[in-house]
């Protein structure tokens, strides 16, 4: 089985422009979470889709967005950008929101430099 | 607010030596606990994920151990290698599916 895959693994953007970035599950995972992870905060969770619906979401202003399609992959939305946003972007599936059992499988990340 | 703190937050030990890392939580409602390796640039790799119902889960030279009531869990890492080197971070789930990680433990082993 493929494991989550994230694009682009790379960006650069100025300020005040928007990005957006693509997560696809594990086949079969219907949850997707996204993190952020800085040097200075660590990882931060950012928010949680299941059946294209938003069940949480992070502390964070409303610039960052998210959505989740049909076949459960998820895109993040970060608009007017500053230099803080820089970051190690990453998506994390698993089968069910609230299984207990089941753990949570990692991207490689979509690593953004705002400059 | 759950807070997860880890102590050391780096350790640099010589091959073959036993290793304990720690992680400590503030609110013990908690699904589960997991520990994570990253390495440099990377994503996250699971390594044991405890129950809220269990005590410790094994695998390989990894055991953690979990103490929920007091907030509490370690992972031992037996006989170090210097492929174990990297980033260890633990995490614990919420009832609204929400991971809460610590800051991690940065390891290096030395040949």
């Known amino acids: 089985k493929a494991g989550v895959t994230q694009t682009p693994r790379y960006l650069i953007k100025t300020r005040g422009q928007q990005v957006t970035l693509s997560c696809s599950p594990i086949s079969g995972h219907r949850s997707v979470s996204w993190y952020q992870q800085t040097p200075g905060q660590g990882l931060q969770f950012l928010f949680e889709?299941?059946?294209?619906?938003?069940?949480n979401k992070g502390n964070f202003p409303g610039r960052f967005s998210g959505r989740q399609f049909s076949n459960s992959r998820s895109e993040m939305n970060v608009s007017t950008l500053e230099l803080g946003d820089s970051a190690l972007y990453l998506c994390?599936?698993?089968?069910?929101?609230?299984?207990?059992?089941?753990?949570?499988?990692f991207g490689p990340g979509t690593r953004l430099l705002v400059l | 607010k759950q807070e997860v703190t880890q102590i050391p937050a780096a350790l640099s030990v010589p091959e073959g030596e036993n290793l304990v890392l720690n992680c400590s939580f503030t609110d013990s409602a908690i699904y589960n606990l997991q520990w994570f390796r990253q390495d440099p640039g990377k994503g996250l790799t699971s390594l044991l994920l405890i129950q809220s119902s269990q005590r410790e889960q094994t695998s390989g030279r990894l055991n953690a151990s979990l103490d929920k009531s007091s907030g509490r869990s370690t992972l031992y890492i037996a006989a170090s290698q210097p492929g174990d080197s990297a980033t260890y971070l633990c995490a614990v789930r919420d009832a609204g599916n929400m991971l809460t990680f610590g800051g991690g433990t940065r390891l290096m082993v030395k040949p």
């Open positions: 994390a599936s698993s089968p069910a929101p609230k299984g207990n059992q089941e753990t949570q499988y």
């Open positions: 889709y299941f059946s294209e619906t938003q069940r």
